[in-house]
């Protein structure tokens, strides 16, 4: 069975500082990975997808950005935060771009 | 222009009623269309999900009906319990698009009172 994990669970940062999410599947080959971002109580915007290492590309702007440097890694990071970063970071996977895509658990990021 | 929209915003059954969540769309290129449920604190997970060659898809007690002339599709949850309550969202994607993007509605919210 194929199963996501993310790190960090939580995360509080100051504004101006450096982030780097990850997020690592195991139990499937190649998968497709994809980075959302929710803000509280909104709903969910595609930030990256990959659909194979070393290339990753970008669906909407956030002065954010990815890499894949793994078959089952995907990391979401940026040089400065910004207030407006806050929420919860989803990654996702799927067998292929036109399949199910299944979620991680998430990283709730704070930015003060 | 690619938006899925989706109603109402906030939705309250008792128990053992059917809920009936509602979702629009204007891309006649959208191909596929899953609901997600998220519980608070929680990722979404994926319900149920429709592709266009029928307009039923049915699991247990959730049921997608589609309506393509219409561009519109609802989620109905039969006999609904209290652990049903959650917020749902409905996304639709384009196959030959090449990216895997989900567009995503703004969620319902559905209370179920015992």
């Known amino acids: 069975a194929q199963t996501i994990h993310q790190w960090p669970v939580a995360e509080i940062k100051a504004v101006g500082s450096p982030l780097s999410l990850g997020c690592t599947i195991k139990?499937?080959?190649?998968?497709?990975l994809y980075w959302y971002w929710q803000a509280t109580g909104g709903t969910l915007q595609q930030l990256f997808y990959s659909i194979t290492v070393g290339q990753v590309e970008s669906v909407v702007q956030l002065n954010l950005s990815a890499s894949r440097p793994k078959d089952d890694q995907f990391i979401l990071s940026t040089e400065k935060l910004l207030l407006s970063h806050s929420g919860f970071y989803l990654c996702a996977w799927s067998l292929n771009i036109y399949a199910e895509q299944f979620f991680g658990p998430g990283t709730r990021l704070t930015v003060l | 222009q690619q938006q899925v929209r989706q109603s109402p915003q906030s939705l309250t059954v008792w128990e053992g009623e059917t809920a009936i969540l509602n979702c629009s769309y204007e891309d006649s290129t959208f191909d596929y269309f899953p609901w997600y449920h998220q519980f608070p604190g929680e990722s979404p997970a994926l319900l149920i999900a429709?592709?266009?060659?029928?307009n039923k898809k049915e699991d247990g007690r959730f049921t997608i009906f589609f309506n393509k002339r219409e561009k519109k599709f609802s989620l109905h949850i039969a006999d609904s319990q209290p652990g049903d309550s959650a917020t749902y969202f409905c996304?639709?994607?384009?196959?030959?698009?090449?990216?895997?993007?989900?567009?995503f509605g703004h969620g319902t919210i559905l209370r179920v009172h015992p």
């Open positions: 429709i592709r266009p060659v029928s």
């Open positions: 139990g499937k080959s190649s998968p497709n």
């Open positions: 996304a639709a994607s384009v196959a030959g698009a090449n990216t895997g993007k989900l567009t």
